[in-house]
């Protein structure tokens, strides 16, 4: 198999005829599932994304074949090593995503998937352009120390990357339970894409579903609990250059703001986290929340 060989490229035919298809859903269905300029801002940052990828692919790739060098075993390419490789890929990818939503150095570069306030396919395409800068590759390095080749280990993320284009739709209600149980899915994602507080960081799988229900992080979507895309702090902004960039210029100002012994907690402290208890995370929204249904209950 060529080094090169990227599973990606093949499949945008497939993602740019199933967002077509899904318009025409929209139009008919739901028209407010599309609005123009928020799908030409998705686009935008995915073309961005894609582009910044090639610039640090060289980068990334020489770092995880000088780690691998020092594996710890042979896999070669064997058959088995393929779906091993996939499944011990998508646990890596559920830490990376958790820790993206955990601790803001990487939710700055996370962020950007996340602003539509929009769910629909083309929002699958808004994309980081900072990933590499966030360092997310890292969560990559113990596959390759433990043996799996470089180029198995981008093939696997490839295939896993386009998994999850397809869930990212709101035309798709339900899948059958069995398939629900195990994989990821629209109504599963839908609930990590809210804002709702019952909702807020939860469901961080790639694939498979099981990672949440194991590590205690899944959330069901509620059938009383209409669900409201975004970030919290809704971006306001169309503009390009802010949608990607404004959660690391936030940060840089509350760390250039920041009493010294607090400015590194601006960086590895979970969003919304301040020194001064102004602010709220996604832990004390939640709270809350459980709070105000409790005294309803006891009502």
Not at 236 to 253: D, P, Q, T
């Amino acid at each position: 198999m060529p080094a090169s060989f990227n599973p990606v490229d093949f499949a945008v035919p497939a993602f740019v005829l199933l967002v077509l298809i899904e318009m025409v859903w929209a139009w008919r269905r739901a028209p407010e599932a599309y609005e123009p300029t928020d799908t030409l801002l998705s686009l935008a940052m995915g073309l961005g994304s894609t582009f910044a990828g090639l610039l640090s692919a060289g980068a990334v790739a020489a770092l995880y074949f000088g780690a691998f060098e020092f594996r710890l075993f042979e896999f070669g390419w064997a058959w088995w090593a393929w779906p091993l490789c996939f499944v011990l890929d998508d646990l890596a990818y559920y830490w990376f995503h958790r820790t993206a939503h955990r601790v803001r150095w990487f939710w700055a570069s996370h962020v950007n998937h996340h602003s539509s306030q929009h769910y629909n396919l083309s929002t699958a395409l808004r994309q980081t352009w900072t990933g590499t800068i966030a360092l997310g590759f890292v969560f990559r390095l113990p596959l390759v120390l433990i043996g799996f080749h470089p180029a198995m280990i981008a093939v696997c993320a490839g295939f896993n990357l386009i998994y999850q284009f397809w869930f990212h739709t709101e035309a798709i209600r339900k899948c059958p339970r069995w398939f629900e149980a195990v994989m990821n899915t629209p109504s599963h994602h839908r609930v990590h894409h809210a804002t709702n507080p019952v909702y807020l960081d939860r469901n961080y799988a790639g694939v498979f579903i099981v990672w949440d229900r194991l590590f205690g992080t899944f959330q069901p979507e509620r059938d009383d609990e209409r669900i409201r895309y975004g970030i919290v702090r809704q971006l306001g902004s169309f503009n390009l250059l802010w949608s990607v960039f404004h959660e690391w210029i936030g940060m840089a100002r509350d760390v250039w703001a920041a009493p010294w012994r607090h400015k590194l907690s601006y960086l590895w402290r979970e969003p919304g986290w301040s020194h001064d208890g102004s602010r709220d995370t996604s832990d004390a929204i939640r709270a809350r929340w459980q709070a105000r249904i409790a005294e309803r209950t006891d009502v």
